[in-house]
């Protein structure tokens, strides 16, 4: 059964730093694609980071460029979010998301292309 499963978000204040990290127990893991992707309560979600299946290629949406990493260990299944320099506006359910091959960089973060999703992390940052 494939599945997704998020962990390691949490509360923290601004500034601080999490490393949610997203499981994958789906055949052939290291053939997907994965990313992340947030959503605010009342606002729509959004892309975060995205890496290609062998970790090669990657990208960020601009709000997390210089201070998001993402990284995936084929060999453990899992890709994580490095979160650094948090702030309130950064609240939001953090998913993780799969899709088997590699679109190109310019496709990793179109959430319509993805039909792997995980159940999501909550992080909170307060002032």
């Known amino acids: 059964q494939v599945q997704l499963v998020e962990s390691g978000g949490g509360s923290v204040q601004a500034g601080d730093s999490l490393r949610p990290s997203c499981a994958i127990s789906?055949?052939?893991?290291?053939?997907?694609?994965v990313a992340w992707f947030r959503q605010a309560p009342g606002k729509e979600r959004e892309g975060v980071a995205g890496?290609?299946?062998?970790?090669?290629?990657?990208t960020y949406a601009n709000f997390a460029r210089d201070r998001f990493f993402i990284d995936r260990d084929n060999s453990r299944n899992t890709v994580s979010l490095k979160l650094n320099n948090l702030a309130p506006e950064d609240t939001a359910m953090y998913y993780c998301?799969?899709?088997?091959?590699?679109?190109?960089?310019?496709?990793?973060?179109?959430?319509?292309?993805?039909?792997?999703w995980g159940q999501g992390t909550q992080v909170t940052v307060s002032s």
């Open positions: 998301a799969a899709k088997l091959g590699f679109g190109g960089v310019s496709s990793l973060l179109l959430p319509d292309t993805y039909k792997l």
């Open positions: 789906v055949r052939s893991s290291s053939s997907h694609s």
């Open positions: 890496i290609s299946p062998g970790g090669s290629s990657y």
